[in-house]
């Protein structure tokens, strides 16, 4: 009787810490999420980052420059610019890749419908937090 008490009381408790750290779990998810989101939103503003976007194509080596400050300063894994008609124009873990389908066109889809939109995705069997 006692070794059932203390197993359920056991149990108990091993409950509450898992409840409790799948909470601080999801909360530092969404504030991770908020901080990927702010830095796509600053991006978009960004004047200088602007300004080396529209040469983009006269001049990659600045615009990856500009993106992997961005990815830098917001210490994101990569960075990835897809056109509206989801092609990917830019990504910042393999530079030389541009012109071909971007890889979660869904994402650009939501995006169209929202204001912000961030997702988990797999890229390369690695799992990343994404925000359009």
């Known amino acids: ?22 909470h601080i ?13 702010s830095a796509a939103a600053i991006l978009s503003r ?3 980052f602007q300004v080396a976007f529209a040469g983009a194509e ?8 500009a993106l992997e400050s961005l990815q ?11 056109s509206l008609d989801k092609e990917l124009l830019f990504d910042t873990r393999r530079p030389a ?9 869904q994402l650009i889809e939501k995006a169209e419908t ?9 890229l390369e069997k690695e799992l990343y937090a994404m925000a359009i």
């Open 1 to 22: 009787m006692v070794k059932r008490a203390n197993r359920q009381h056991a149990l108990a408790q091993i409950e509450a810490s898992l409840r409790a750290g799948a």
């Open 25 to 37: 779990f999801e909360k530092l998810i969404e504030q991770r999420n908020l901080q990927i989101t």
């Open 46 to 48: 960004d004047h200088a």
């Open 58 to 65: 006269q001049d990659r080596a600045t615009t990856l420059s």
């Open 72 to 82: 830098t300063r917001s210490k994101a894994d990569l960075v990835l610019i897809a």
């Open 97 to 105: 890749l541009h012109g071909v389908a971007f890889p979660f066109p």
């Open 114 to 122: 929202s204001e912000t939109t961030y997702a988990f995705v797999v």
